[in-house]
């Protein structure tokens, strides 16, 4: 029998979520409410029941409260949600801080529910792509790691742009970014490096640039940008035995493997105004290059996994342990961005 779902917010993710939930194989939609009564019109007009009030929504008969609201209130919602008897699914960032994550931790073990975060981009292509090139060692272990995400327009949205409401580019895009890399590098963090533009807005971040240091040696880049009229690519990655980059998000994973590193004799090229053998091109004879076929990736699979984790048939695929790192990790940027220093960790975070 499928799990009823409740929505907290029918903005963009609200919507999304409520697409999903209605074609799902686990659970089904009964119900949403927004604080913007065109939002609830809208929903009814979909065909979607909208509670007259929060209150309402909370007393009604439905197994997971899913919270899609600004930033700033997914802890007091998350813990009314399971005081009220629901188990929760929640929208990244889950909070702000760690201390905020940690009681509603707290709370979940109290009332007995299963508490998750929906990091949604954990089922992109091209992180799976990545993933499974890491995980293969096809050309060995990763040296590097590169991961890009610009766009041109700003800050989307109205509340994003505010720091009250938890708004911001770390916030909105750097919890993905991270998370993915940690994912994609599962050692300890030595150190790290921050630093933040307000090239469009001057309350909050409108992009950053992340550097890492891992305990294993391999160092990674995260960046985002929201005044990016050309964009880098997605994906880089070197490794030890070779290259990947995937360009764009619907690009597949190209990957040039070294086969010989000592080539022979290599004549040098002309590159602007001299030669080179520095940056001559390989030949076929030293390297291999193919595409990587992409990954196959079903959102829906998030559902079923909390579901068959509130019955007990599974763990969950976003780990708490894992929520808080990444909150820890956004912690340490934010204030390496301020205070424009490395932040090195006494204990490998």
Known sequence: MKKGVVIIGFGGQGKWHAKHILASDVVTLAGVYDIRKERNDMATEMGIHAFASLQELLEAKADIALIATPNDVHKQLAIAAMASGKH????????LNVADYDEIIAAAKQYGKVFE??????WDVDFLAMKELINSEKIGKPL???SIVHGSRGIPGDWRTQKEYGGGMLYDWGIHMIDQLLQL?????????????HYTNSEVDDGYKLYLTFANGVTAFSEVGTY?????????????????IIADWHDSMRVVECLNWGEGEVHPVQTASGITKTMAPRSNLSVNEYIAPKPVSDVHDFYRNLVAAIDGKAEKLIADAEVRRVLQVLEAAFES???KQVIHFSSPL
């Open 228 to 244: 990016n009229f050309i964009s880098m690519p997605r994906f880089y990655g070197q490794f030890e035995q070779g290259t990947s």
């Open 88 to 95: 929760v699914i929640c929208e990244k960032p889950v909070t």
């Open 117 to 122: 975060v929906h990091q949604n981009r954990r």
């Open 185 to 197: 590098i599962p050692a300890p963090i030595v150190s790290l490096y921050c630093m933040t533009t």
């Open 144 to 146: 590097y790691i590169s």
């Open 337 to 339: 961005a301020a205070k």
